[in-house]
């Protein structure tokens, strides 16, 4: 458990050291939460055609209310979380990348459906989309990723074969 507890926190302080470097926020972050608000769009475009995106804009062209997708929104703290988490699990490589593939897109699934939602909200009610944005979202967010990390252990368990052990010498 202390190996767990030290692995997780060593690779969280990393991960979330490197995120918040200058080159990896311009090369990484930025373009990926760029992406979020054009794929949201796209999405929403099959339902509302008056959506539009702009870097990390979204907004509507009928109403003129729009939306920021900023640090934190973006779902990569979530899936840093996530992998710090598997990376300290004890299991093969193997399973593990695959973990992080799975989880990643699992819990950027789920974040494209809380832009969505908090952007409609924020259109009815901005008392509503307040309470969900700071409260509600974020409390998901954080749940999917410990449903995700708890399905791989399961999964994990089912592929690693139980430790062997030794026949008690005879006397």
């Known amino acids: 458990m202390i190996r767990f507890f030290c692995i997780f ?11 918040m ?10 373009p990926w939460t760029g992406f979020l608000a054009y794929a949201s769009a ?13 870097d990390r804009i979204l907004q509507s062209s009928a109403s003129g209310f729009g939306v920021s997708i900023e640090a ?16 300290a699990f004890p299991s093969s490589l193997k399973l593990k990348l695959a973990g992080i593939a799975i ?9 494209l459906l809380r832009i969505i939602s908090l952007f409609y909200l924020g259109q009815w009610n901005y008392q509503a989309f307040e ?11 954080m749940l999917d990723v410990l449903v995700i990390w708890l399905l791989w252990i399961r999964a994990v368990a089912r592929e690693t074969p139980p430790p062997e052990t030794e026949a008690p010498l005879a006397a």
């Open 42 to 54: 796209h999405i929403m475009q099959l339902f509302d055609g008056s959506i539009i995106s702009h």
């Open 72 to 87: 934190g929104c973006n779902g990569v703290e979530a899936a840093i979380i996530l992998i710090a988490g598997m990376l």
């Open 103 to 111: 989880g990643i897109v699992a819990v950027q699934g789920v974040n």
């Open 131 to 141: 309470f969900a944005h700071l409260y509600l979202w974020q409390a998901l967010i």
């Open 21 to 30: 470097l200058s080159p990896v926020q311009q090369s990484v972050v930025h």
């Open 9 to 19: 926190i060593g690779t969280l302080a990393l991960l979330f050291g490197i995120e």
